[in-house]
């Protein structure tokens, strides 16, 4: 959007510009017999100065016996008047003085992003001169008060107080005193009540309205269509409540109406009014009915964001003449029919399209496949049946494709189809192809930038494959709750980047190869890069979500296949590895003491196995163990009284008739008790490591939710 607001300080700055400008300056100061600031200004400064408790230096600038408009931060007109006090980012500290209001050419002041505290003084808000306010970025408190209603017409034109700490309610008199106002822009603060809105006639050039993230309640007042110059209707994240008012329909000059996490009900039907919006978020409301066929006349739209709503019925045909459409996110909604009902051929600026969590039926349309831009496409968790078609070879920018929980066939075509795609970074198909073979064609070739891939609640029988050697980028590989036999192939440790791997509930067998404790990236404590999925992973409900393949912990989940033999002594080497699941399997021998250098464990589950053996008395040194379970085993010995494993209850321990503690039914005998040299070898206060396994808890506590949640992503 271009800024819309004309200041005089833009204006008179330009003689100020270098040498035209400073022959200027000179020459003024030649004829002129003032060559300096007022006294009178420079005080005022001086008491903004003298208010600040941190200055960051400005003192060393603003030196009293100097002329103030040769002051860092202030410019001045060619009558020596200050018109702009620019310290944005300055570390500044303390309050801002109401004597800055004295300074009667101020025409712009911007202290932004800075640490002030107090309130916003009035004197400045009601200023005569002030065009431009912006003290955004800063941690101001108290509410906006009252102008008297006497006040005259003020010139401000853009007032920017977001992200600050104010409270309270909007004064309306903002608007009778405010006939200039461009743009009022009140978002992240803690406002109450009635969201402020103009009477347009007296504030005719008011173009944008920014209160999101604030505490707003009520409805949308009515009396909107008089501005007709809004351009930007901003009011995300509040506790707006009813329908959309009628007459906001009528504000035909919006571009930009955005009102998502609200309790908004109703329907859409009026939209088709507002046909210069490009963008519409309406997301995480109450809305229900279905997108009228009006959406069509939108010809400028953008984004249309209306996930998250309670809006149903199939998708008009009209949606094919939105040509400029980006992105659409209709997730978690209760819309249904078949998507080719629309025509994607010509939205051909489609960039992302997410549908998650719906009721579409259908084929995936082949029209989706000319929309070549795109970059992620989301259709997990609806009906769609049949095979994926060949043409999304077109898809040359797809990087996130998620399929699951759909009723997809054919899973070998799928990968053969899929693997030839050189931009696929994020890959999810399970639950579909039910109880199909796991393709193990080794000339399954590509994925070459696949960095997460699932193929888990398939029900799939074979091997774990040898094409997935090839894929070198993967950074997370899911196959849990298949049907997978063999063992877990030596090739895996090739993968390099790989920290996450899950392929618990199958059928495999072996003993855990020598080879997964030469995973390169479980051993160091390198992290993946940093990049961000082309959607949110939502991991089961939504308020769970992924941002990047690198929030996953690092981890390994071999629970509940039909692995033997023993626990590697070579596990000690995997120092990176946060979750370690080796539950429900035949796993048999004693707890190998390396296991108690793993310290940046959280989960370690080695429940329902044959181990023998005592506890190995180091596990109190896992002191971010938050969960951990040894139960149903063939344990024997006391359990710690002291450290970390002492804080466990007794379901970590159950199912091993021959422990014996304070937590479980086997109480230990006076001999037994003897022998509590298991205890920490380290001399360390109990009370501390209380202290620290009670905080981990709390911390790590979440994370474990969300591994165990993780399961179900869409
Ligand atoms: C300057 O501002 C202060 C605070 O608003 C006010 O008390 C004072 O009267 C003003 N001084 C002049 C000279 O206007
Ligand atoms: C204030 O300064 C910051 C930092 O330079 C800048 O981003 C912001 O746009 C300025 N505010 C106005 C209203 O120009
Ligand atoms: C405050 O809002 C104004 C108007 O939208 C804008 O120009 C300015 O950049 C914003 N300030 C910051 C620090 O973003
Ligand atoms: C509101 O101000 C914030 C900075 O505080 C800025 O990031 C945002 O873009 C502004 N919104 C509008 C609509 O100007
Ligand atoms: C819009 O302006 C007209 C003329 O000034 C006025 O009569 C009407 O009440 C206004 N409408 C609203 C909704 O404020
Ligand atoms: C909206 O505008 C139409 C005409 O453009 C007018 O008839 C109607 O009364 C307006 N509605 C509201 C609620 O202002
Ligand atoms: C969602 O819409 C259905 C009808 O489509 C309605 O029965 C139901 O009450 C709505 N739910 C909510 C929470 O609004
Ligand atoms: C798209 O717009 C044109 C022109 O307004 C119209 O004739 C056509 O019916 C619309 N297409 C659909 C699918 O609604
Ligand atoms: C979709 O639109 C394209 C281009 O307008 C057209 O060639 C094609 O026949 C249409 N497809 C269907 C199924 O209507
Ligand atoms: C779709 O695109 C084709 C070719 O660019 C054009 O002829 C046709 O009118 C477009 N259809 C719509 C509905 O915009
Ligand atoms: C799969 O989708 C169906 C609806 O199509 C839903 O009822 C079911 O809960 C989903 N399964 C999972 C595991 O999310
Ligand atoms: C493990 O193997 C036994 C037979 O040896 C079989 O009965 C059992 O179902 C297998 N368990 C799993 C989880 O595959």
Same mark, same amino acid.
């Given at each position: 959007?271009?800024?819309?607001?004309?200041?005089?300080?833009?204006?008179?700055?330009?003689?100020?510009?270098?040498?035209?400008?400073?022959?200027?300056?000179?020459?003024?100061?030649?004829?002129?017999?003032?060559?300096?600031?007022?006294?009178?200004?420079?005080?005022?400064?001086?008491?903004?100065?003298?208010?600040?408790?941190?200055?960051?230096?400005?003192?060393?600038?603003?030196?009293?016996?100097?002329?103030?408009?040769?002051?860092?931060?202030?410019?001045?007109?060619?009558?020596?008047?200050?018109?702009?006090?620019?310290?944005?980012?300055?570390?500044?500290?303390?309050?801002?003085?109401?004597?800055?209001?004295?300074?009667?050419?101020?025409?712009?002041?911007?202290?932004?992003?800075?640490?002030?505290?107090?309130?916003?003084?009035?004197?400045?808000?009601?200023?005569?001169?002030?065009?431009?306010?912006?003290?955004?970025?800063?941690?101001?408190?108290?509410?906006?008060?009252?102008?008297?209603?006497?006040?005259?017409?003020?010139?401000?034109?853009?007032?920017?107080?977001?992200?600050?700490?104010?409270?309270?309610?909007?004064?309306?008199?903002?608007?009778?005193?405010?006939?200039?106002?461009?743009?009022?822009?009140?978002?992240?603060?803690?406002?109450?009540?009635?969201?402020?809105?103009?009477?347009?006639?007296?504030?005719?050039?008011?173009?944008?309205?920014?209160?999101?993230?604030?505490?707003?309640?009520?409805?949308?007042?009515?009396?909107?269509?008089?501005?007709?110059?809004?351009?930007?209707?901003?009011?995300?994240?509040?506790?707006?409540?009813?329908?959309?008012?009628?007459?906001?329909?009528?504000?035909?000059?919006?571009?930009?109406?955005?009102?998502?996490?609200?309790?908004?009900?109703?329907?859409?039907?009026?939209?088709?009014?507002?046909?210069?919006?490009?963008?519409?978020?309406?997301?995480?409301?109450?809305?229900?009915?279905?997108?009228?066929?009006?959406?069509?006349?939108?010809?400028?739209?953008?984004?249309?964001?209306?996930?998250?709503?309670?809006?149903?019925?199939?998708?008009?045909?009209?949606?094919?003449?939105?040509?400029?459409?980006?992105?659409?996110?209709?997730?978690?909604?209760?819309?249904?029919?078949?998507?080719?009902?629309?025509?994607?051929?010509?939205?051909?600026?489609?960039?992302?399209?997410?549908?998650?969590?719906?009721?579409?039926?259908?084929?995936?349309?082949?029209?989706?496949?000319?929309?070549?831009?795109?970059?992620?496409?989301?259709?997990?968790?609806?009906?769609?049946?049949?095979?994926?078609?060949?043409?999304?070879?077109?898809?040359?920018?797809?990087?996130?494709?998620?399929?699951?929980?759909?009723?997809?066939?054919?899973?070998?075509?799928?990968?053969?189809?899929?693997?030839?795609?050189?931009?696929?970074?994020?890959?999810?198909?399970?639950?579909?192809?039910?109880?199909?073979?796991?393709?193990?064609?080794?000339?399954?070739?590509?994925?070459?930038?696949?960095?997460?891939?699932?193929?888990?609640?398939?029900?799939?029988?074979?091997? &774990?494959?040898?094409?997935?050697?090839? /894929? *070198?980028? #993967?950074?997370? $590989?899911? @196959?849990?709750?298949?049907? +997978? %036999? !063999? =063992?877990?192939?030596?090739?895996?440790?090739?993968?390099?980047?790989?920290?996450?791997?899950?392929?618990?509930?199958?059928?495999?067998?072996?003993?855990?190869?020598?080879?997964?404790?030469?995973?390169?990236?479980?051993?160091?404590?390198?992290?993946?890069?940093?990049?961000?999925?082309?959607?949110?992973?939502?991991?089961?409900?939504?308020?769970?979500?992924?941002?990047?393949?690198?929030?996953?912990?690092?981890?390994?989940?071999?629970?509940?296949?039909?692995?033997?033999?023993?626990?590697?002594?070579?596990?000690?080497?995997?120092?990176?590895?946060?979750?370690?699941?080796?539950?429900?399997?035949?796993?048999?021998?004693? &707890?190998?003491?390396?296991?108690?250098? /793993? *310290?940046? #464990?959280?989960? $370690?589950? @080695?429940?329902?196995?044959? +181990? %023998? !053996? =005592?506890?190995?008395?180091?596990?109190?040194?896992?002191?971010?163990?938050?969960?951990?379970?040894?139960?149903?085993?063939?344990?024997?010995?006391?359990?710690?009284?002291?450290?970390?494993?002492?804080?466990?209850?007794?379901?970590?321990?159950?199912?091993?008739?021959?422990?014996?503690?304070?937590?479980?039914?086997?109480?230990?005998?006076?001999?037994?008790?003897?022998?509590?040299?298991?205890?920490?070898?380290?001399?360390?206060?109990?009370?501390?490591?209380?202290?620290?396994?009670?905080?981990?808890?709390?911390?790590?506590?979440?994370?474990?939710?969300?591994?165990?949640?993780?399961?179900?992503?869409?």
């Amino acid at each position: 959007m271009q800024p819309i607001y004309f200041s005089h300080s833009m204006y008179t700055r330009k003689f100020h510009m270098p040498s035209l400008g400073l022959a200027l300056v000179l020459l003024v100061s030649l004829v002129s017999p003032i060559s300096s600031c007022t006294e009178q200004e420079k005080r005022s400064l001086l008491q903004f100065l003298a208010g600040l408790s941190q200055d960051s230096g400005l003192t060393s600038s603003w030196r009293s016996h100097t002329n103030c408009c040769t002051w860092e931060g202030i410019t001045c007109n060619q009558d020596w008047k200050v018109t702009d006090i620019s310290l944005p980012s300055r570390g500044l500290e303390g309050s801002i003085s109401p004597f800055l209001g004295n300074l009667s050419g101020l025409s712009r002041l911007n202290l932004s992003h800075n640490s002030l505290s107090g309130g916003l003084p009035l004197e400045l808000v009601s200023s005569s001169s002030i065009i431009v306010l912006d003290v955004s970025f800063n941690r101001l408190t108290g509410g906006l008060h009252e102008l008297p209603s006497s006040t005259t017409t003020r010139p401000l034109q853009v007032l920017n107080i977001s992200s600050n700490l104010f409270t309270g309610r909007f004064p309306s008199t903002l608007w009778e005193v405010m006939k200039s106002l461009v743009i009022l822009n009140a978002s992240t603060n803690s406002f109450t009540g009635q969201i402020p809105t103009a009477n347009c006639v007296s504030t005719p050039y008011f173009a944008v309205l920014e209160l999101s993230f604030n505490q707003f309640s009520g409805n949308i007042p009515h009396g909107l269509s008089n501005c007709t110059v809004l351009k930007l209707l901003s009011a995300g994240h509040n506790n707006l409540g009813g329908t959309l008012p009628e007459d906001l329909f009528n504000v035909t000059s919006l571009e930009h109406l955005s009102l998502p996490s609200n309790w908004l009900q109703g329907s859409l039907d009026g939209i088709k009014k507002l046909t210069n919006l490009v963008i519409l978020d309406l997301g995480g409301n109450f809305l229900s009915g279905n997108i009228p066929g009006s959406i069509g006349d939108l010809r400028r739209l953008e984004e249309l964001h209306l996930g998250h709503n309670n809006m149903s019925g199939e998708l008009p045909t009209a949606l094919s003449n939105c040509t400029n459409l980006v992105t659409v996110d209709l997730k978690t909604n209760m819309f249904s029919g078949e998507l080719s009902k629309v025509n994607f051929s010509n939205l051909s600026s489609l960039k992302k399209i997410d549908l998650l969590r719906n009721h579409f039926t259908g084929n995936i349309p082949d029209s989706l496949y000319s929309c070549s831009k795109l970059t992620a496409l989301r259709l997990s968790h609806n009906n769609f049946h049949g095979q994926l078609s060949e043409r999304i070879d077109n898809l040359k920018s797809l990087s996130f494709l998620s399929l699951v929980n759909n009723s997809l066939t054919d899973i070998t075509r799928t990968i053969q189809i899929l693997g030839k795609s050189r931009s696929l970074t994020t890959l999810f198909i399970g639950l579909n192809f039910l109880h199909e073979t796991m393709p193990e064609d080794d000339n399954i070739d590509g994925f070459q930038n696949l960095k997460v891939l699932s193929i888990s609640d398939c029900s799939l029988s074979g091997k &774990i494959p040898h094409w997935l050697s090839k /894929l *070198t980028s #993967l950074e997370l $590989l899911f @196959l849990h709750n298949n049907q +997978l %036999t !063999g =063992t877990i192939p030596d090739w895996i440790s090739s993968l390099n980047v790989l920290f996450f791997l899950d392929v618990s509930n199958n059928k495999l067998i072996g003993e855990i190869p020598a080879a997964l404790m030469e995973m390169p990236m479980l051993k160091s404590d390198k992290t993946a890069p940093k990049v961000f999925f082309e959607l949110p992973v939502y991991a089961f409900s939504p308020s769970l979500q992924y941002l990047m393949p690198s929030a996953y912990p690092k981890a390994l989940d071999l629970s509940i296949n039909n692995f033997t033999g023993l626990i590697p002594e070579n596990i000690g080497r995997l120092k990176g590895l946060t979750f370690l699941y080796l539950g429900s399997n035949k796993l048999s021998g004693e &707890i190998p003491e390396a296991i108690c250098t /793993l *310290t940046n #464990l959280q989960v $370690l589950d @080695l429940s329902s196995n044959h +181990l %023998t !053996g =005592t506890i190995p008395a180091a596990l109190n040194n896992l002191h971010f163990l938050s969960n951990f379970s040894i139960s149903n085993n063939d344990l024997e010995g006391p359990i710690p009284t002291t450290g970390q494993l002492s804080t466990f209850p007794s379901s970590s321990y159950d199912g091993n008739p021959k422990l014996c503690g304070p937590m479980i039914v086997n109480r230990c005998g006076s001999t037994e008790a003897g022998s509590v040299s298991i205890v920490s070898t380290k001399e360390i206060d109990t009370e501390v490591i209380i202290a620290i396994a009670f905080g981990a808890f709390f911390i790590v506590g979440v994370m474990y939710d969300q591994i165990v949640l993780a399961r179900h992503f869409g």
